[in-house]
């Protein structure tokens, strides 16, 4: 991370002095160039020397391994809207008790982007929230998802008595009740995958009229916290990112 600490004048000056001007910077820096691959480096909590460990290549200027390499990841954006209430429940932190033991304490809102992440994590890709532009190479990358109270009345006209969500004709986003899906997280979070699931899917031959196996299925009822993308769904998803 790039941070200023306190008492680092006079190291810092020495160091001016002591170390001949450094060559520059390759221009092709491989670590840099994976994770802008990766959509990191929108992240603002980018750590240059965490993603070169991952990459195994902290100090050499090889090349990152494309093949199952966590940086050639596939990333999806969710555009995500809740109610308000939600809103301030996006946290995760530790907290001690009275007897000085440590809880992990994890908000509703963080477990649903934790749930959705899990979802899109079993596919192989990564999932992001509100960041366009770190999926802006993924084919069909975006989606738009509201989680309402209900549907809206628009949408009431379009889905039948059992529908839980709705994704728009056009797939750029898509509506879940949470009146008919209930409170219960790993079943919000399904839905909200499989309406995302029919724009990044969208295209996939093995889908019919937008639905198929696992977490695509037309009917998700019970169980469906269990549902995942089916390993050629996952394949397909996968194969959006490298252009
Ligand atoms: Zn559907």
Redesign the pocket.
């Given at each position: 991370m790039v941070g200023y600490t306190t008492g680092m004048g006079e190291e810092w000056v020495q160091t001016i002095i002591d170390i001949p001007p450094q060559p520059a910077p390759p221009p092709n820096d491989p670590v840099l160039e994976a994770a802008a691959a990766a959509g990191l480096l929108c992240d603002p909590n980018f750590d240059y020397e965490a993603f070169a460990a991952t990459l195994g290549s902290n100090t050499s200027n090889q090349a990152p391994s494309t093949a199952n390499s966590p940086v050639a990841r596939t990333t999806f954006n969710i555009n995500l809207r809740v109610p308000e209430a939600w809103r301030k429940t996006d946290y995760s932190r530790r907290t001690v008790d009275e007897f000085g033991d440590s809880h992990l304490d994890v908000g509703f809102l963080r477990q649903l982007k934790n749930g959705l992440r899990a979802i899109f994590a079993d596919a192989g890709v990564n999932l992001v929230f509100d960041n366009p532009s770190a999926a802006s190479n993924t084919r069909n990358g975006s989606y738009n998802l509201e989680y309402r109270e209900d549907f809206s009345g628009a949408v009431k006209l379009f889905v039948d008595k059992d529908d839980l969500?709705f994704?728009y004709p056009d797939k750029s986003g898509g509506q879940v009740s949470i009146e008919r899906v209930g409170l219960y997280i790993p079943d919000l979070a399904a839905v909200g995958a499989?309406?995302a699931g029919?724009r990044f899917l969208s295209g996939f031959a093995g889908l019919k009229s937008?639905?198929g196996g696992g977490i695509?299925a037309?009917q998700l009822g019970r169980g469906i916290r269990y549902d995942r993308f089916t390993p050629d769904q996952a394949a397909y998803l996968r194969s959006l990112g490298k252009q």
């Amino acid at each position: 991370m790039v941070g200023y600490t306190t008492g680092m004048g006079e190291e810092w000056v020495q160091t001016i002095i002591d170390i001949p001007p450094q060559p520059a910077p390759p221009p092709n820096d491989p670590v840099l160039e994976a994770a802008a691959a990766a959509g990191l480096l929108c992240d603002p909590n980018f750590d240059y020397e965490a993603f070169a460990a991952t990459l195994g290549s902290n100090t050499s200027n090889q090349a990152p391994s494309t093949a199952n390499s966590p940086v050639a990841r596939t990333t999806f954006n969710i555009n995500l809207r809740v109610p308000e209430a939600w809103r301030k429940t996006d946290y995760s932190r530790r907290t001690v008790d009275e007897f000085g033991d440590s809880h992990l304490d994890v908000g509703f809102l963080r477990q649903l982007k934790n749930g959705l992440r899990a979802i899109f994590a079993d596919a192989g890709v990564n999932l992001v929230f509100d960041n366009p532009s770190a999926a802006s190479n993924t084919r069909n990358g975006s989606y738009n998802l509201e989680y309402r109270e209900d549907f809206s009345g628009a949408v009431k006209l379009f889905v039948d008595k059992d529908d839980l969500g709705f994704t728009y004709p056009d797939k750029s986003g898509g509506q879940v009740s949470i009146e008919r899906v209930g409170l219960y997280i790993p079943d919000l979070a399904a839905v909200g995958a499989h309406e995302a699931g029919h724009r990044f899917l969208s295209g996939f031959a093995g889908l019919k009229s937008g639905h198929g196996g696992g977490i695509m299925a037309r009917q998700l009822g019970r169980g469906i916290r269990y549902d995942r993308f089916t390993p050629d769904q996952a394949a397909y998803l996968r194969s959006l990112g490298k252009q």
